[in-house]
């Protein structure tokens, strides 16, 4: 189980692989699978969370894509590093916006 805050660390100034970011957490993973001799296809991802505790800003052709909610950019990262690693992603339940009202 990977559970990451942030989609990908900016600098890298050591080989440590922090669980709190969705890069490391798949590096850590592959580098795992290999030492277990499991091909990758053989998992199967299940994807939860990417949710905005916030109220979503209105999005503008002004708007930098750095701006977007921290969650929205975790779903995209889970989506595209599995995809990269070959890995099957058999369920996603995510991105979900909590209404304070």
């Given at each position: 189980m990977?559970?990451?805050a942030l989609p990908s660390r900016?600098?890298?100034h050591?080989?440590?692989l922090p669980p709190r970011f969705a890069d490391d957490c798949m590096t850590s993973f592959e580098?795992?699978?290999k030492r277990?001799?499991?091909p990758l296809s053989k998992f199967q991802a299940k994807i939860f969370g990417g949710g905005n505790m916030c109220e979503k800003q209105p999005v503008t052709e002004d708007s930098l894509v750095s701006l977007r909610p921290v969650g929205e950019?975790?779903?995209e990262a889970a989506f595209e590093l599995l995809s990269q690693?070959?890995?099957p992603i058999h369920v996603a339940h995510v991105g979900d916006?909590?209404?304070a009202a």
């Open positions: 990977c559970h990451y900016f600098e890298r050591d080989d440590r580098q795992s699978a277990h001799n499991t950019k975790n779903v690693l070959s890995v916006f909590a209404n």
